[in-house]
Structure formats: structure tokens, C-alpha cells
């Protein structure tokens, strides 16, 4: 599907349509609603920030956009695809042409090098030249020097640096970025920050960021306030253009 897709009517359709989204799970004391109603639009190479305090939602409801977690009503519209009509296997496609995702924990593969961990979904997608395309996507982070680390032998910084490089090495539509720096001290995520920006920006990735961080948040496009599992405000933010790499 185009990157930029147009409807018939002529619009551009947004990468994120989600309307009257809920989200009930099951507990041991009965039912929980984690998400009561959630409406949002992001377009295409649009940048979003998720902000709210802990247990509003934010991450529930990126795990929806995701296709990890099943919504319990609503529609789901994510790249132009109906996500509630997906099958599991599907979803896992999906994802791997459409979407990266980078969390707060690094999720590397431990007795993997930093370049199979970014060649792995390369070759489960069919790219022949994945090793070469993982090794230029790891230079593109400043990594061109670590491909054989293990992630036991990077510091907390460069395992990011691999998780966004492996988030990006598929030229996503859509990433996803789950409190990307909370495990990395200041000036390091300062870093982080800049670099996905700066990728966001050179490849035309429309970004959904979730962050307790509110100069973080500021430095998307626009910021939406969840509390209690429904987006309660949205704040149109000035931005300076993006970093350069």
C-alpha cells in the first residue's frame, strides 16, 4: 500500500484511524475497562505523544494499534487495514511490513549479534540482502562498528540504537514508541531521541510516542492527554524542524 494513501474522495487516509475503541479484560474480582471509547487520527508522517499518568491506558491502547492486543469493540483502521478482521498470522504480516516498535526494555535476542537481531525480521520478511541491509540500517544508528556485539556487550544506549535500527530496517509506516529512554540516563536518551527523530523525519515514518517526559512530548506535532482509559485533551505543540542525524 502507498506510504502516503489517498482515499477516493480524494483525501489522504490517516495511518491511525481508530474510533470508539474499548478494551475489557478479565480479572479475578470481574471485568476491568481499560479503554472506555478511545477515538484518534494520526496521518501519514504525522508525530503524536501519549502522555497521561501510569495506568491511564497509553500503553493498552498502543498495544491495539499494534495488533497485539484484541479490542473488545470499536473500529480499528491502522495503514489503510481493518485490524479486528485479522487473523492472528495476519497480524504478525502485518506488522512486519508496516509497523516498528521500540519499548522502554530494549527486547533484543541475547545469544544474537546486534546485526542478526536487525537481519532476523529482514529475512522473515524475504529480503535477500538482509544481512546487507541490517549492517547499512546499524551504520545509520553510529553502530556500524558493534555488528558482531552481543547485546551482553553493548551498553544500554546501543541496544536502543539496535532496537530502533531494527525497527526501522523495514522502512516502516507506522512506528510505535513505548517511554523509549526510560531505562537510559539523560544525556543518553537525549541522544535516542534525536536519532529517531531524525529517522522519523528522513524516511516520512508518521510516529505515536508515549512519554512521561513533557519537552519529549512538546517535540511532537501534537499531544494527547489519556486519563482513566479515554483521551481527555489535545494540544498542538510548535516544533522546531527535526534533528539532523
Known amino acids: 500500500m502507498p506510504r502516503n494513501s489517498v482515499s477516493t474522495t480524494g483525501a489522504v487516509q490517516p495511518v491511525i484511524d481508530i474510533n470508539d475503541v474499548t478494551l475489557t479484560l478479565g480479572a479475578s474480582s470481574g471485568e476491568v475497562n481499560i479503554l472506555r471509547g478511545i477515538s484518534l487520527q494520526v496521518n501519514p508522517g504525522e508525530a503524536v505523544s501519549v502522555v497521561g499518568p501510569s495506568g491511564s491506558g497509553k ?36 506488522r512486519r511490513d508496516n509497523v516498528g516498535i521500540v519499548f522502554q526494555g530494549f527486547h533484543l535476542i541475547p545469544t544474537m ?12 520478511s524475504g529480503r535477500r540482502n538482509a ?18 556485539h552481543y547485546p551482553g556487550q553493548l551498553s ?22 513505548d517511554e523509549p529512554t526510560g ?21 516520512d515514518t508518521t510516529l505515536l510516542l508515549i512519554t512521561h517526559d513533557p519537552a519529549l512530548a512538546e517535540r511532537c506535532g501534537r499531544s494527547v492527554h489519556m486519563a482513566d482509559g479515554q483521551l481527555v485533551d489535545s494540544v498542538e505543540n510548535p516544533v522546531e524542524p527535526a534533528a539532523a542525524l
Open 59 to 94: 500503553t493498552s491502547m498502543l498495544m491495539v494499534i499494534a495488533g497485539l492486543e484484541a479490542a473488545s469493540g470499536g473500529r480499528v483502521n491502522v495503514c489503510g487495514e481493518d485490524l479486528r478482521r485479522m487473523s492472528e498470522d495476519k497480524l504478525a504480516l502485518f
Open 113 to 124: 549479534t546486534a546485526l542478526e537481531n536487525v537481519a532476523i525480521p529482514l529475512e522473515l
Open 131 to 148: 544481512f546487507e541491509a541490517a549492517a547499512a540500517s546499524l551504520e545509520a544508528v553510529g553502530l556500524g562498528h558493534r555488528l558482531g
Open 156 to 177: 544500554g544506549g546501543e541496544q536502543q540504537r539496535v532496537a530502533l535500527a531494527r525497527a526501522f530496517g523495514i522502512r516502516p509506516r507506522l512506528l510505535l514508541a
Open 183 to 203: 531505562n537510559l540516563d539523560g544525556k543518553t536518551g537525549q541522544q535516542i531521541i534525536d536519532l529517531m527523530f531524525g529517522l522519523t523525519a528522513e524516511h
